[in-house]
């Protein structure tokens, strides 16, 4: 069943991206990876923003890497 946003915490790990954007768990890793977007590596976990994520969703400004 389908969850709204809200219903979602607000740091995302790599399986609610999955879940949420309806893609597997291959996509899901090679989107955190493609620098799209502003990821946070705790050891070897992955987490996003959901308000990142949603705004890269609607078209938002996307993520660039400063030197």
Do not use: C
């Amino acid at each position: 069943m389908y969850k709204t946003y809200n219903e979602y915490p607000d740091v995302l790990n790599v399986s609610d991206i999955q879940e949420l954007l309806g893609i597997g768990r291959k996509q899901a890793y090679e989107l955190v990876h493609s620098e799209q977007f502003h990821v946070i590596k705790v050891g070897k976990r992955i987490k996003v923003s959901k308000n990142i994520l949603i705004n890269w969703i609607e078209g938002g400004k996307t993520y660039e890497q400063s030197n």
